[in-house]
């Protein structure tokens, strides 16, 4: 994400808040899933699979 890509809070935007909150909820559920991959072998395979697949969205995501 660059920089610039945030927006401010006087920039003339009335979703602002729901902006911010998007992106805190998806650099959080990033964090939850790259310790629950840190501790893959307790995991089954298939949750596993799905936890990566999930990470490397949010990754795309992220560099659009």
């Known amino acids: 994400m660059k920089y610039t890509d945030l927006p401010n809070k006087h920039d003339d935007i009335p979703s ?3 902006i ?3 992106k805190i909820r ?3 559920r990033m964090e ?3 310790k629950e991959l840190a501790a893959r072998d307790r995991l089954d395979g298939y949750v596993v699979k ?3 697949e999930e990470l ?3 990754r795309d ?3 659009d």
């Open 32 to 34: 939850y899933l790259e």
């Open 50 to 52: 799905g936890f990566e």
């Open 26 to 28: 998806r650099i959080e």
């Open 20 to 22: 911010l909150q998007k």
């Open 56 to 58: 490397k969205k949010l």
């Open 61 to 63: 995501e992220k560099n």
């Open 16 to 18: 602002w808040d729901e």
